[in-house]
C-alpha cells in the first residue's frame, strides 16, 4: 500500500511546504497567489517524481517549481497590480545561475515573516488560526473545518476572508522592530497555544483529527523554537505543550471521564515527551524572562511528580496570578495552597471567588469548595456545594462522580 | 468658502451587482474631474469593502484591535484623517495616537488604488 514516491511527497508537502511558501510569498507579494502556484508544484511532483525519481533536493525542487508556476500565473492574469515589476523580478530569480540555493538566514527570516502575518493581532483570533494552520502547518482548509466544527465552506471563507485582508489593507510581510517584537511574540505564542488547547481540552468531535492539533501545535512550538531561541516564553510554551501531551494517553479512562493527575496510570505516560519538556523548561528558565507560559510548565513539571511539592506549586501560582490575575488561576492557587497550608488555608483564598459573578456558573469552583471544606470537616457546607457542582455539570460522567463524592462525605 | 463632508454609504455586493455598478466609472470619472476643474476638490477616494477594516480603540485603558468595521450606531462619525502610510501597521500606529480612542473608536480602512485614465 505504501508508494515510496507518494511518501516523498507528502513528507516533502509536510517539511517544505512552508518554507517554499514562505519565500514565494516574499518573491510574489501575494499570499494567494503564491499558494496556489505552491499547491500546483505539489501537484507537478506527484506526476514527475514517479516518472523522473525524487529529486535529490526536493525542498529546491519545488521552491523551481512553484516560482514558475507563479511566472505563469502572473503571465495569464492581467488584474493583478504592478504585474510587470513583480513578473521581471521572478523572471530574474529563475535566471541566476544557482537559483535553488536560498541562503539558510533567508529561509528562516521567510517563514518568521509568514508567522508574524498569519498571527498579525489585525486579523480575527479564528482567522489567525486557520491560517496559521493552513500556511505554516501541514493541514487541508477540511482537515481545519473538521477539527474546529465548522462546515468546510465556512472555513475556506474565512481563509479567503484573511487572505484578502492581508492583501486589501496590506498586513506587512515582515518581521516585527524591535520594539513591537515581544507583543508580537506573545501574540504569535497565543495562537499556538489556542491551536494546541483546542486539540487538548476539547471534548467534543473527532479524536484523531483533535491529536493532530495538538501535533501540530507541537510542531510549531518547535519550529519557533528553532527561529527564536533567544525568547524564553518560546521554550516555556514548547515545554508546557510537551508535558501536557505527555499523558494524553492516560487523562481519560475506558468511560471517557477526565482524570486527575494523581488518578491517572502512569506507565501510559510518555517518558520520551516528558524528558523533552523537562528540558525545554530548564532552557526557559536559564534565560531568565519568566512569563506565564514557563510558569504552567514549571507548574506541571512539579505536579507529575509521584509526590508533589504543594508549597512550591502554591507559590508558582502566585507568580502566575500575579502576571495574568484570572479568576482560574486563582481557583488553582486556593487549590494548591489548600494541599499546602490545610484546607482552612485554601478557602480563605476561594471563598471571595464564590462572589464573583463571572464564576458563578463555573462547577470546578463549586467542586474545589466542596473539597476543601469536607477535608476541613464542614460536612453540611461542602454537601451544598457538591449540589451545585452537579447542577452546574453537563457531562453525565462527570455529574456521576461527583454524586460517588457527595455519597462518601 | 465652507468645507463639507460627502459620506458615501452603501450595501456591500458582489458578482453580477457588483459589475453593475462598476459600469458606472464614466460617471464616477466625470463627477470627480469637473469638481476638480471647478476646484471644488480636496480629496475624495474609495474604500476597500468592510472585511478590510480594522478598527482601534483604548476604551478599556488599553489599546485593542478588532478585525472588521466599527458597528455600534450611537457613536457619531466625529472627523477623519486621510494618511500616507507604507502598509497597516504604520497606519495603526498613527491610529493609536488619536486621542479619540480613549472614549471612541477609530475605523481604519485602505483606500483602493485608483486609475482615473
Not at chain 2, 53 to 77: N, R, W, Y
Amino acid at each position: 500500500m505504501s508508494d515510496p514516491t507518494a511518501d516523498a511527497v507528502a513528507r516533502a508537502f509536510r517539511d517544505e511546504r512552508a518554507a517554499v511558501l514562505a519565500t514565494l510569498i516574499r518573491h510574489v507579494g501575494d499570499f494567494q497567489l503564491a499558494e496556489d502556484a505552491v499547491q500546483d508544484a505539489y501537484a507537478a511532483a506527484l506526476t514527475t517524481w514517479p516518472r523522473d525519481g525524487v529529486p535529490a533536493n526536493p525542498g529546491a525542487w519545488l521552491t523551481v517549481a512553484a516560482r514558475r508556476r507563479a511566472i505563469d500565473r502572473l503571465r495569464r492574469d492581467r488584474s493583478v497590480a504592478d504585474r510587470a515589476e513583480r513578473l521581471a523580478e521572478l523572471v530574474r530569480l529563475d535566471q541566476q545561475e544557482h537559483p535553488v540555493v536560498t541562503p539558510e538566514s533567508a529561509i528562516v527570516d521567510d517563514r518568521l515573516r509568514l508567522i508574524f502575518t498569519c498571527c498579525h493581532p489585525a486579523l480575527d483570533m479564528a482567522a489567525r488560526v486557520a491560517l496559521t494552520l493552513r500556511a505554516l502547518g501541514g493541514l487541508t482548509t477540511g482537515e481545519i473545518a473538521r477539527a474546529f466544527l465548522v462546515a468546510e465552506p465556512t472555513m475556506g471563507k474565512r481563509i479567503v476572508r484573511a487572505k484578502r485582508k492581508i492583501a486589501d489593507a496590506r498586513i506587512p510581510y515582515e518581521v516585527p522592530r524591535d520594539e513591537e517584537l515581544p507583543d508580537r511574540v506573545r501574540g504569535v505564542l497565543r495562537v499556538v497555544y489556542l491551536i494546541f488547547n483546542e486539540g487538548y481540552s476539547a471534548t467534543e468531535g473527532d479524536r484523531l483529527v483533535r491529536e493532530e492539533l495538538c501535533n501540530e501545535a507541537i510542531r510549531l512550538g518547535l519550529l519557533l523554537r528553532e527561529l527564536m531561541p533567544d525568547h524564553g516564553e518560546v521554550w516555556g510554551l514548547l515545554a508546557l505543550m510537551l508535558l501536557h501531551d505527555s499523558r494524553r494517553a492516560a487523562r481519560v479512562d475506558k468511560r471517557g471521564r477526565y482524570l486527575a493527575i494523581e488518578e491517572q496510570d502512569r506507565s501510559l505516560w510518555d517518558e520520551t515527551r516528558i524528558r523533552e519538556g523537562l528540558r525545554a523548561l530548564e532552557r526557559s528558565v536559564r534565560l531568565r524572562q519568566p512569563g506565564q507560559y514557563q510558569l504552567q510548565a514549571a507548574i506541571t513539571a512539579l505536579q507529575i511528580e509521584p509526590s508533589p511539592d504543594w508549597p512550591q506549586i502554591a507559590d508558582l501560582y502566585g507568580a502566575l496570578a500575579k502576571l495574568t490575575p484570572t479568576a482560574v488561576v486563582e481557583l488553582n492557587r486556593a487549590v494548591a495552597v489548600g494541599f499546602a497550608d490545610g484546607p482552612q488555608a485554601g478557602l480563605a483564598l476561594l471563598t471571595p471567588l464564590l462572589d464573583d459573578p463571572a464564576l458563578a456558573r463555573y462547577q470546578p469552583l463549586h467542586a474545589a469548595h466542596a473539597e476543601l471544606l469536607g477535608r476541613a470537616g464542614d460536612r453540611d457546607g461542602a454537601a451544598r456545594a457538591y449540589e451545585k457542582a452537579i447542577e452546574l455539570s453537563g457531562n453525565a460522567v462527570e455529574r456521576a462522580e461527583l454524586e460517588r463524592r457527595l455519597q462518601a462525605l | 468658502m465652507a468645507q463639507y463632508m460627502l459620506l458615501l454609504y452603501a450595501n456591500e455586493v458582489e458578482g453580477e451587482e457588483l459589475a453593475e455598478r462598476e459600469a458606472d466609472l464614466p460617471i464616477w470619472t466625470e463627477l470627480t474631474k469637473s469638481l476638480e476643474e471647478a476646484g471644488l476638490l480636496v480629496a475624495s477616494g474609495r474604500l476597500h469593502r468592510t472585511t478590510s477594516a480594522t478598527t482601534v480603540s483604548a476604551m478599556s485603558g488599553e489599546t485593542e484591535l478588532t478585525d472588521g468595521p466599527f458597528a455600534i450606531t450611537k457613536e457619531a462619525l466625529a472627523g477623519y484623517y486621510l494618511i500616507e502610510a507604507d502598509n497597516l501597521d504604520e497606519a495603526l500606529n498613527v491610529a493609536r495616537r488619536v486621542p479619540l480612542i480613549r472614549y471612541g473608536h477609530v475605523e481604519v480602512r485602505p483606500l483602493m488604488d485608483l486609475d482615473l485614465e
